[in-house]
């Protein structure tokens, strides 16, 4: 079965610092891996997703990530947050040959400060 | 495209009524998913259909949920009866197969009383 592991559960970063949100997953296939962020009351945004060939991805909002086989990873970064990006960061894989089912780590909140 | 459209987006409820909600998947999409939030469990996968048939409902809590597809437009989550401790943001998403990535609704924020 496929799981997915977010290690922090806060992140509290100063605005305009660099960030670095862990995920590990599980998945016995070559993995479909997503990041989505999700602003109080509302639904879920993709940022970025992973599927095959450059490891390194980038997404929306500056936001990019780099998928590591050996290690099981796929953490999400950027070079400086803005007070905007305090949110709740989601890592999930997907299953492409269940119809894209989508399993979601716990999830990471990151607070901004000024 | 709207994207996918949930109603209604908030809902209270009393103990023991019935809940439906409902969901209108971004048109063209194939893969439709429900999904419970709540701060204990975090995102859960209730029930996912593909092409209006119910694939995997191995998620359902109990026998009061039930879902149904009658038509690639339009969904719908039950509960009956309902109970407090099935107050929670529920989610619909829909897919194109084969893409990968799902697209969130707003969210129904369930609470029942």
């Known amino acids: 079965a496929q799981s997915v592991t977010q290690p922090d559960i806060h992140i509290t970063v100063s605005e305009g610092a660099s960030l670095e949100l862990r995920c590990n997953y599980s998945?016995?296939?070559?993995?479909?891996l997503f990041w989505y962020v999700q602003s109080p009351g509302q639904g879920l945004q993709l940022l970025l997703k992973?599927?095959?060939?450059?490891?390194l991805v980038q997404g929306i909002k500056g936001f990019e990530a780099e998928f590591k086989r050996s290690q099981s990873s796929f953490n999400l970064r950027k070079p400086s947050v803005h007070w905007s990006d305090a949110a709740e960061y989601f890592c999930a894989v997907g299953a492409l040959n269940a119809g894209n089912m989508l399993t979601f780590g716990g999830g990471t909140r990151l607070m901004v400060k000024p | 495209d709207a994207g996918v459209i949930q109603s209604p987006r908030h809902e209270v409820t009393e103990m023991g009524q019935e809940v439906t909600l409902r969901c209108k998947p971004i048109s063209g999409h194939n893969s439709l998913f429900w999904y419970r939030q709540t701060m204990m469990r975090g995102l859960e996968l209730l029930i996912y259909?593909?092409?209006?048939?119910?694939?995997?409902d191995s998620g359902m809590p109990e026998d009061r949920f039930s879902a149904k597809m009658p038509n690639a437009s339009f969904s719908t989550l039950k509960i009956q009866p309902s109970e407090p401790r099935d107050s929670a943001v529920y989610f619909c998403?829909?897919?194109?197969?084969?893409?990968?990535?799902?697209?969130f609704g707003q969210g129904t924020r369930l609470t029942v009383v």
């Open positions: 998403a829909s897919s194109l197969q084969g893409r990968g990535e799902a697209f």
């Open positions: 998945y016995g296939a070559t993995p479909y």
């Open positions: 259909f593909n092409n209006n048939v119910p694939i995997d």
């Open positions: 992973y599927f095959s060939g450059v490891t």
